[in-house]
Each structure stands twice: as structure tokens, then as C-alpha cells.
């Protein structure tokens, strides 16, 4: 029974009336929050960008404007939805769908709270049942994650084929390009967690990184993989800068251009509601979901739902804070930046965390041997790396030689 | 290093949230709840000003009408009644109307009257439920008894903003000649007495300087 319990997705056993209850009472409650946090991170994303920007940001509706989110989405609903004549109306109309699907199912696969102290097993007690405060916890768990978020591009795709107008298509050949290329990058730096976690289970993952801050994946993983995470997760949420996917000054509005009404509305509800679960992710993956230090008095699970959300509402602030500062690349650079650096360091630092896990197993994990495999592992890398900026020289000086003889 | 100017970027924008800062000041205007003050020459909705005895100064020319080039005049003059005169003079509008749905504020009605009886004030906010309310007529024109614009119901008036509302005709000289600077070539109105000159256009001041405008008048 206890086994059921811990398993949302009753694969083993179909469980008691009970916990067919929990299961559902989690899945409307993880529906509902996740709804009411999209839209306080609208409004804290209006309120932080306009604090940096010298504006005060909404202010009007309900107090310091915070239903004003909800304002616009009544707003919304209540607008004429247009369906252009030339459009493939059925794919027109399901295309918002696909974006907000995947949104709201990644956020299932997330611990959000739990028993995360040092030495806790990361359930709660509910009803006499012992569970894990997040919907399911497949064993696929993490890839899981990516497929949803690959299944995401899909709508944005089909959105701008189906508009029958340039410019969404466009958007979204721009949609397609980019969250694929960045799906590599996201890939291979998500290997090196998993390489060191040893398993693909979101709650086991958070579970290993509860003793504190040294092992986090952030540091048990070398920071590398953490950065090549958050800027591909960036480029996948087509988050500013990387918001090329929607560049209003030359694409109008992407891929959403022909939308409007409510299913304008969902493309960005979906988009908002993918930053704050993949902040989710991040947390989950590199700073230890929700553990951190647990005051004996109160119920642990409050606790570990404080951490999580607090070190969510940084990441999504920093979200806000790049959307506020870093100007748009080029599209060319976005590529370079994606192919030619992100790629390749992730991949050679899989490698390096492949070769000294394997080098712990064979017992050169202390003395002097591991200092000269660290050594030799620094030599690699920089000898890589230098490879890679000259054929990156190269490349640049070959490109401007050919741009020479055509307009020069 | 170019990668550190690139985190540059991340700490202005950061200390522009201490708002006490002098980059991180904050411009927005709370609009309706505060204003920003007006400039002096503004072009807002007109009024038809009164002598200081009370006579109307609309003579009933229809100089406006003729010189305006949206249309938007209508006026009728009409001989005075001799026992009980509307104003000085032989005749005087009596119907005079302003659409607002055409009205485009350039001012030329004001420039074309030869007694400044028709000026503007700074007042542009407000609205109007139909096309009828647009049209105001003499009722919603004339000044009131004190001299001042009516406070009409649909119009967004704030403390201080109904005065000052014939400041073009202080700002320059009627004939836009410079031989009339700082002369008053104008005839009392009612609840203000005689409007002076503009100190920039004053004898003391060197025609050969630009001319400068009055400060702007706080109107909040």
C-alpha cells in the first residue's frame, strides 16, 4: 500500500478511495496555483521591468495594479476572435492548445514541497497516506520535461503555418529552428545531472541535492552545465533576448500576429507559464528543488514549498531582469552562439564528467592521481577550446572574404 | 573586457530600481489623479469673453467663421436691442456655435477677431456622450459672471486651470506687428481688469533677443 501511495501514477497498485481523492485534489490544486502564479508573474514582470525602466507599471486595478493580469484576460475573452479566411482554420484553432498543453503538464513532473531537509525522504503525510507534493513522479520524469517542451514548438509551428500570412510563418520557420538547436544544447547539459544523479526521477534528483548546498547539482556538476542550461532555456522559451521567435520590429508579432481573442491570450499565457516552469526545472535539476534549511517547529512540507518558491521567484526574476537589459542578437549570431559555443562545451564537459566518474570507479578518486587527471582534463579543455575559437576565426574570416567578393 | 561591459548592461539596469537614484527617477505622471503643467500658449476649447461692465464682446462679424479652415463656426449676428444692448455697438452674435468634432485648435478665429471676443483656454479634457454635445453654443461659451470659463459638468477642470485663459492675446500683439510690442492693445475684460504685455515683449526688454515665453504656469 505504501508503495501505491508514493506512486501517483498507481502502477502498481490501483490504491484506496483515498488516494484517488489526493491525486485529484493535487491535480486541481497544481491547475489552479499554476494559474494564479502566471498571473502574478505577469504583474511582477510589469511591475519589476517598469521599476527599471523609470515607469511604475500597472497601478490601476485592485491594489499596486496586481489583478490587472486578470483585467486583461476578461478583456480578452470579451474581444472579437478573428479567423483569417486564408487560414487552415482547424490547425488555427487547435495550435494554442499544443503551446499551452506541454506548459501545464511539465509543472507535474516538479517536486514542489515536501520533506527536503537533510536526511528526509521528501514526502508529507496527508490524510494518513504518505505522498510526494507533486502531481506524478514518472520514472521517465526528466525526459519527460523535454519531450513536452519539444511538443511546445509544435504550437508555435502549426500557429504560423496555419495563419496564412507571411510574417507568422516566418516566426515560426524562426520557432523551429531556434528551440531545435537549443533542444541539443539543453539535452547535453541536462546529461550531466543525470550522469551524476544517476537517475531520471525529478523527486530523486531533488532528493540527492538536500544536504546542503555542496550538493547541489550547481556544484557537483562544475556551474558549466548550469550556464549552458539557463541560456538554452532562454532560447527555448523565446524569452528576451532570445525573443527573435516574436520580434515585433520585424515580424510584427510572430507567429501570433494573425491571433486574437482568447487564443491570443493562451499563446501567452502559455509562454509565461513555461518561464516559471522551467525556473521550476532549474531548480530542480541545479539548486535542490526544495530543500535548504528546515526550522524544527511547523510542518517540513511548508517549508520546502517556501524554498522552492522563493528560489523560483529569483530565477524568474532574473528572467525579468535579462528581458530588461540584453538587447536581441542577430539571427546569425543566435546560431553561432548555440551550434558553435553552448553545443560543443556542453558535450566536452559530459565528456570530462563521464571521464572522472569512471576514474572514481576505477579508485583514482584521491591523491596525487587525481590531481594529474584534473590537470590533464584542463589541458583537454583548453586545447578544445582553442580549436574551436580557431575554426570559429576561420569560419567568421571565410564568411567575411566571400561577403567581400559579392558586395564589396 | 567586452564580456564584462556585457554584464554592464545587468547592473545599470538594477540600480535604476533605487528610484531615489538620479537615473532611477521616475517620470510617470498618475494622470488623471495629476496633471502636468500646461504650457502658457496652449490651444485648449474656446470662450467668448465679456467687458468689464458685462457686455458681451462678440460683435457678430463673422470674421471666425470666414477664417476657419475646418468649419467648424457657426454664427449669426443680430442688431442689439437699443433700450437693453447685448454688447457696445450695433449688433452682436446671437447664435454662435463650435463644432468639436472639427474644431482643429489653430487659433485663427482668435487672430481674426477684432475685438477679442473669442479666446482659448487650456482646457482640452473633456468628452462627450453624442454628436449634439459636441456642438457647444453660446450658453456653454460665454463666460460666467466672474469673468471666468464655465465649469462645465463633462469637463475635466482643476484648480487655477480656468485662469489665464486669453494668454495669447497678452503674448503678442494684435496686428503681429513688433512696433506694438509691449503696447496694450486691448480692451478690458471682465474679472481680470486689463491684461498687462508679457514681460519678455515689455519696452524694457531689447527686441533684438528672442523672445521668451512666460514660465509655465503650475496647473495642477
Redesign the interface.
Known amino acids: 500500500m505504501i508503495f501505491s501511495g508514493l506512486d501517483p501514477l498507481f502502477l502498481g497498485d490501483a490504491g484506496t478511495f483515498e488516494m484517488l481523492l489526493i491525486v485529484l485534489l493535487k491535480v486541481l490544486v497544481a491547475f489552479a496555483l499554476l494559474l494564479v502564479s502566471v498571473m502574478l508573474y505577469i504583474w511582477w514582470m510589469r511591475k519589476f521591468i517598469s521599476?527599471?525602466?523609470?515607469?511604475?507599471g500597472p497601478?490601476r486595478a485592485g491594489p499596486f495594479g496586481i489583478l490587472q493580469t486578470l483585467a486583461d484576460g476578461i478583456k480578452l475573452f470579451f474581444k472579437e476572435d478573428l479567423i483569417p479566411s486564408k487560414s487552415d482554420k482547424f490547425v488555427f484553432k487547435l495550435a494554442p492548445f499544443f503551446s499551452l498543453v506541454p506548459a501545464l503538464l511539465v509543472f507535474c513532473v516538479v517536486p514542489v514541497a515536501g520533506d527536503f531537509s537533510s536526511g528526509g525522504d521528501g514526502t508529507v503525510t496527508w490524510f494518513g497516506n504518505e505522498t510526494f507534493v507533486q502531481v506524478a513522479d514518472p520514472h521517465v520524469g526528466i525526459l519527460f520535461v523535454l519531450a513536452m517542451s519539444s511538443i511546445a514548438v509544435y504550437g508555435i509551428m502549426l500557429a504560423g503555418w496555419s495563419s496564412g500570412s507571411k510574417y507568422p510563418l516566418l516566426g515560426s520557420v524562426r520557432a523551429s529552428a531556434q528551440m531545435v538547436s537549443y533542444e541539443a544544447a539543453l539535452g547535453l547539459a541536462l546529461i550531466a545531472v543525470l550522469l551524476k544523479s544517476g537517475t531520471l526521477s525529478t523527486h530523486d534528483i531533488a532528493l540527492q541535492q538536500n544536504g546542503g548546498i555542496t550538493d547541489w547539482g550547481l556544484v557537483v556538476t562544475g556551474f558549466v552545465p548550469f550556464i549552458i542550461f539557463f541560456i538554452a532555456t532562454t532560447a527555448e522559451l523565446n524569452s528576451p533576448p532570445f525573443d527573435l521567435v516574436e520580434a515585433e520590429q520585424e515580424l510584427v508579432g510572430g507567429f501570433h500576429t494573425e491571433y486574437s481573442s482568447i487564443r491570443f491570450a493562451l499563446f501567452f499565457m502559455a509562454e509565461f507559464m513555461n518561464v516559471i516552469t522551467m525556473s521550476a526545472v532549474m531548480v530542480t535539476l541545479f539548486f535542490g528543488g526544495p530543500s535548504g534549511y528546515y526550522p524544527s517547529f511547523g510542518p517540513a512540507w511548508l517549508w520546502g514549498l517556501l524554498w522552492f518558491v522563493g528560489k523560483v521567484f529569483i530565477f524568474v526574476s532574473v528572467f525579468v531582469?535579462m528581458r530588461?537589459?540584453?538587447p536581441r542578437p542577430r539571427y546569425d549570431q543566435l546560431m553561432d552562439l548555440g551550434w558553435k559555443l553552448l553545443i560543443p562545451l556542453a558535450l566536452g564537459w559530459v565528456l570530462l564528467i563521464a571521464a572522472l566518474d569512471i576514474f572514481d570507479d576505477r579508485g583514482f578518486g584521491s591523491g596525487p592521481a587525481q590531481i594529474l587527471i584534473a590537470a590533464i582534463c584542463v589541458v583537454a579543455i583548453l586545447a578544445f577550446g582553442a580549436l574551436l575559437m580557431i575554426a570559429i576565426l576561420k569560419g567568421q574570416k571565410k564568411r567575411e572574404q566571400e561577403g567581400e567578393e559579392v558586395f564589396g | 573586457m567586452s564580456i564584462l561591459n556585457f554584464f554592464k548592461?545587468?547592473a545599470?539596469?538594477?540600480g535604476?530600481?533605487n528610484?531615489a537614484s538620479k537615473s532611477?527617477?521616475?517620470?510617470?505622471t498618475?494622470y488623471p489623479e495629476e496633471k502636468r503643467s500646461k504650457p502658457a500658449r496652449l490651444h485648449g476649447r474656446h470662450v467668448l469673453n465679456k467687458y468689464e461692465d458685462g457686455m458681451e464682446k462678440c460683435i457678430g462679424c463673422e470674421l471666425c467663421a470666414s477664417v476657419c479652415p475646418a468649419n467648424c463656426i457657426y454664427v449669426r449676428g443680430a442688431d442689439n436691442d437699443l433700450e437693453n444692448p447685448t454688447s457696445p455697438g450695433e449688433r452682436f452674435g446671437f447664435i454662435y456655435e463650435i463644432n468639436y468634432l472639427r474644431c482643429i485648435h489653430c487659433d485663427l478665429c482668435v487672430e481674426a477677431c477684432p475685438t477679442q471676443a473669442i479666446t482659448e483656454t487650456k482646457l482640452f479634457e473633456f468628452s462627450f456622450m453624442d454628436r449634439e454635445q459636441a456642438i457647444y453654443t453660446k450658453d456653454e461659451l460665454v463666460v460666467a459672471d466672474d469673468g471666468k470659463p464655465q465649469n462645465l459638468p463633462w469637463e475635466d477642470w482643476r484648480q487655477g486651470e480656468d485662469e489665464h485663459t486669453s494668454e495669447w492675446m497678452r503674448a503678442t500683439s494684435p496686428s503681429g506687428s513688433a512696433d506694438f510690442v509691449g503696447l496694450v492693445q486691448w480692451a478690458g475684460e471682465l474679472g481680470y481688469g486689463t491684461r498687462k504685455p508679457e514681460s519678455s515683449q515689455g519696452p524694457n526688454n531689447s527686441s533684438e533677443t528672442a523672445p521668451e515665453l512666460s514660465p509655465e504656469e503650475e496647473v495642477h
Open positions: 521599476a527599471m525602466q523609470n515607469r511604475i497601478s531582469w530588461g537589459t540584453l | 548592461g545587468f545599470v539596469t538594477f535604476k530600481l528610484h532611477g527617477k521616475v517620470v510617470t498618475e
